[in-house]
């Protein structure tokens, strides 16, 4: 029983993740789309996938009792994905 409690918790800290990027707006929001051309591959990437499909992979992995507060699992996976890009 105490599994599902802990997977309710996880599920309930990823989903602030997902409030919180949302809520994270810049104040340079607009300069993206002044500076990244349209047909750009970031710009394409970023209105074609669906990154959600991370928070389900990962989820397991995330406790909240145990270890540091969460870092968002789809912004670390768009930093791989651009450090593979850029052979980095």
Request: hydrophobic share 40%; no cysteine; proline share 1%.
């Amino acid at each position: 029983m105490s599994n599902i409690i802990s997977i309710e918790k996880i599920k309930e800290r990823l989903i602030m993740l997902k409030r919180q990027q949302e809520m994270m707006i810049s104040k340079y929001a607009d300069l993206y789309d002044i500076l990244i051309q349209k047909d750009h591959i970031l710009r394409k990437i970023k209105e074609l996938v669906d990154f959600s499909f991370v928070i389900e992979e990962v989820e397991k992995n995330y406790n909240l009792t145990h270890g540091r507060g969460a870092k968002d699992p789809i912004r670390l996976f768009k930093y791989l994905i651009l450090k593979d890009m850029n052979e980095l």
